[in-house]
């Protein structure tokens, strides 16, 4: 195909292919199959220039959108880590008491120390009150003794449950706490400290000799301390009961 040199204007681009007429418009490629369509649709080297200056600028855009997606991805898997982290830390903080806990309620930290004494005010009538002394295993915590209960039973009667008073005389439902100190006696005591010791009064209904006692010492915290005690065959005052 022949072509004039009318067409061939200054600022013209033209790209020849097999008698054809191609022109780069808006990256495409359009085929001009009509010479005589005229250079309208011709880019000039401007436009050309624009064109391609466009192009570099998607080009560049397309990258800063690239850097936001990866940034996005960097910050949620971030933030996902630190979400599953912290749920770990905290079940195993959990299993962690949860643990302790079990421990100290299957462990008991009270201790009998000394013998268990029953007083009979008449000794023709039996034992009416009981006496003995607590502590607390080396390293155990603070036991509150105002949340302590005592459990007394004998064979012919019901058991009878006994709590803390801050009063000095004792009863069949009360229990006193007292401590002994350089300077006397001190009552009302509402807590046990490791390495100290305490002494537990309480009165009972009159125990006759040769008569089998069961006792349970029920903290707020621990394991109770079950035992059982045996009046003496011939009473006295002051009785060791063993």
Request: neutral net charge.
């Given at each position: 195909?022949?072509?004039?040199?009318?067409?061939?204007?200054?600022?013209?681009?033209?790209?020849?292919?097999?008698?054809?007429?191609?022109?780069?418009?808006?990256?495409?490629?359009?085929?001009?199959?009509?010479?005589?369509?005229?250079?309208?649709?011709?880019?000039?080297?401007?436009?050309?220039?624009?064109?391609?200056?466009?192009?570099?600028?998607?080009?560049?855009?397309?990258?800063?959108?690239?850097?936001?997606?990866?940034?996005?991805?960097?910050?949620?898997?971030?933030?996902?880590?630190?979400?599953?982290?912290g749920a770990g830390f905290f079940t195993t903080q959990k299993a962690q008491e949860t643990v302790y806990q079990g421990v100290a309620q299957a462990s008991s930290n009270i201790q009998m120390t000394g013998q268990v004494y029953g007083i009979a005010s008449d000794p023709a009538t039996g034992v009416d009150n009981i006496t003995f002394s607590l502590g607390l295993a080396p390293g155990s915590p603070t036991l509150d003794l105002t949340m302590m209960k005592i459990?007394?039973?004998?064979?012919?009667?019901?058991?009878?449950?006994?709590?803390?008073?801050?009063?000095?005389?004792?009863?069949?439902?009360?229990?006193?706490?007292?401590?002994?100190?350089?300077?006397?006696?001190?009552?009302?005591?509402?807590?046990?400290?490791?390495?100290?010791?305490?002494?537990?009064?309480?009165?009972?209904?009159?125990?006759?000799?040769?008569?089998?006692?069961?006792?349970?010492?029920?903290?707020?915290?621990?394991?109770?301390?079950?035992?059982?005690?045996?009046?003496?065959?011939?009473?006295?005052?002051?009785?060791?009961?063993?």
């Amino acid at each position: 195909m022949l072509i004039s040199n009318s067409f061939f204007q200054k600022k013209a681009i033209w790209v020849f292919l097999d008698s054809e007429i191609w022109v780069k418009y808006k990256y495409n490629d359009i085929l001009l199959s009509n010479i005589d369509a005229g250079p309208t649709r011709i880019l000039n080297e401007k436009q050309e220039k624009n064109m391609n200056s466009s192009k570099r600028n998607d080009e560049g855009f397309t990258g800063l959108e690239a850097a936001i997606v990866l940034i996005a991805f960097v910050v949620v898997a971030a933030v996902f880590s630190y979400v599953v982290l912290g749920a770990g830390f905290f079940t195993t903080q959990k299993a962690q008491e949860t643990v302790y806990q079990g421990v100290a309620q299957a462990s008991s930290n009270i201790q009998m120390t000394g013998q268990v004494y029953g007083i009979a005010s008449d000794p023709a009538t039996g034992v009416d009150n009981i006496t003995f002394s607590l502590g607390l295993a080396p390293g155990s915590p603070t036991l509150d003794l105002t949340m302590m209960k005592i459990i007394f039973s004998t064979p012919g009667t019901t058991p009878q449950t006994l709590t803390w008073s801050s009063a000095d005389v004792p009863t069949t439902s009360l229990f006193i706490v007292n401590e002994t100190l350089p300077t006397g006696t001190r009552s009302g005591i509402q807590s046990l400290k490791a390495q100290n010791q305490t002494q537990i009064k309480f009165a009972v209904a009159p125990v006759a000799k040769n008569t089998v006692m069961n006792f349970e010492i029920r903290p707020s915290v621990g394991a109770s301390l079950p035992f059982s005690k045996t009046t003496p065959p011939a009473l006295s005052n002051t009785n060791v009961l063993y």
